[in-house]
């Protein structure tokens, strides 16, 4: 995870741009969903019977590229050129540019009703997709997130999977209170897991349901790297020449 770290930080210095702590934040569910759960080809990634991911919280854009990247989707040296007027990496995920993008996302609240709507047409037409998506906890405080989480408790959407991740960004604005009851009160599978543990992750993330299921994903904004961990001026960020050092030393 730390070689993956270490190209999120590159990225975003050479652009000066990027929220770092927020794609540190999902980056070990991102690798997870990816390497052991998704059903998808890197070699042919519209290929009709392939599971389906959205990452709804866009601004964590780096960890999903650092992640395609890593599959093989497109070549680690794009990630070089990201925010850059002659590259196709931008600071929000766009489906027309980048392969294995589904979705395009960045205004919050958005993606989890794109979801839906795709989970709903999977269902609609009989095939076996299961659908993902990535939702940020501040982004919770969207009204289009509890609107969307009625239509599909209502159709009963199996195939959907919500990971919340739940970094506590949003506290100092607004408490969210408990997704776990809130999720639970709109008809929803509900489960807990840690963020960064991988075995826990995946443990989760294959829990069988007859409904659609909410993750809560404990998390730390900025895992992995002391002065980014949980401190909200990092959160669009780039780093210091002196900060980059002393940054890359912890990913070592």
């Known amino acids: 995870m730390k070689h993956m770290k270490k190209k999120i930080v590159e990225a975003a210095a050479i652009a000066k741009e990027g929220h770092i702590p927020s794609a540190f934040s999902v980056l070990d569910i991102l690798w997870v969903l990816y390497d052991r759960i998704l059903k998808i080809n890197p070699k042919d990634p519209k290929r009709e019977d392939r599971d389906i991911f959205i990452l709804s919280k866009g601004h964590a854009s780096l960890g999903l590229y650092a992640v395609l990247a890593e ?48 989970a709903l047409g999977m269902k609609i037409k009989k095939r076996g997709n299961r659908t993902f998506v990535i939702i940020g906890d501040g982004e919770a405080n969207e009204g289009t997130i509890w609107e969307s989480a009625m239509i599909a408790a209502h159709h009963n959407l199996s195939n959907l999977t919500c990971i919340v991740d739940h970094n506590h960004s949003t506290d100092r604005a607004l408490d969210v209170g408990s997704l776990i009851d809130k999720f639970k009160s709109f008809g929803w599978a509900t489960h807990t897991m840690d963020g960064h543990d991988q075995e826990e992750i995946y443990k989760v993330l294959t829990v069988k349901s007859d409904k659609p299921k909410a993750i809560i994903a404990d998390t730390i904004k900025g895992k992995g790297v002391k002065m980014m961990e949980n401190n909200p001026a990092w959160h669009h960020k780039s780093p210091t020449e002196e900060e980059f050092k002393e940054i890359l030393g912890e990913l070592l």
């Not at 599959?71 to 766009?94: A, Q, R, S």
């Not at 993008?101 to 009703?113: C, D, I, Q, R």
């Open 71 to 118: 599959k093989g989707f497109f070549d680690n040296k794009h990630l070089e050129k990201f925010g850059h007027y002659e590259g196709f990496l931008g600071g929000h995920p766009d489906r027309n540019k980048i392969p294995g993008v589904e979705a395009s996302t960045g205004s919050l609240g958005h993606g989890f009703p794109m979801a839906v709507g795709v």
